[in-house]
Structure formats: structure tokens, C-alpha cells
């Protein structure tokens, strides 16, 4: 059904991994620069504060906002 939808080769699938393992870290560092904003990206992290805080402060993302889980 993708393969219709999108108008993609019969053949796209059985591509799709070989394509992608063609692909450097030059590459992808390359894309990254020019697409990526790195002040822009925001940082989610699940857990129990008490137990990885420690290693996030390490990190240096700054400093962790605490979203308690029923405020969705």
C-alpha cells in the first residue's frame, strides 16, 4: 500500500537497508550541521530524578525541569 501511495519502486524495500547502511558519519555530520540547531533542541528524559540526576547534571544540559506525570 506505501509503495502506491507514495509512488515509490517496487524494489524500495528491499533498498532501503542496504541504502542506509551506505551511509557515513561524515555524511550524516554533514546534514547535521547544516539542518541541525543544537541551542534549538530540547532534552526528554523519564526517569527517577533521585537516582539519575547525578549523571544528567554531568551532561551539562542545565538544569532538569521536573513534569510530574499527571499533569497530562
Do not use: W
Not at 20 to 37: A, G, L, N
Not at 51 to 63: F, N, Q, T, V, Y
Amino acid at each position: 500500500m506505501q509503495l502506491a501511495l507514495y509512488e515509490l519502486p517496487d524494489d524500495y524495500f528491499l533498498e532501503f537497508v542496504p541504502r542506509i547502511e551506505r551511509v557515513t558519519i561524515d555524511e550524516v555530520s554533514r546534514v547535521m550541521r547544516q539542518h541541525v540547531d543544537p541551542g534549538r533542541l530540547t532534552t526528554v528524559v523519564v526517569g527517577d530524578l533521585d537516582a539519575i540526576e547525578p549523571d544528567l547534571r554531568r551532561l551539562g544540559l542545565g538544569d532538569p525541569v521536573v513534569v510530574p506525570h499527571d499533569s497530562f
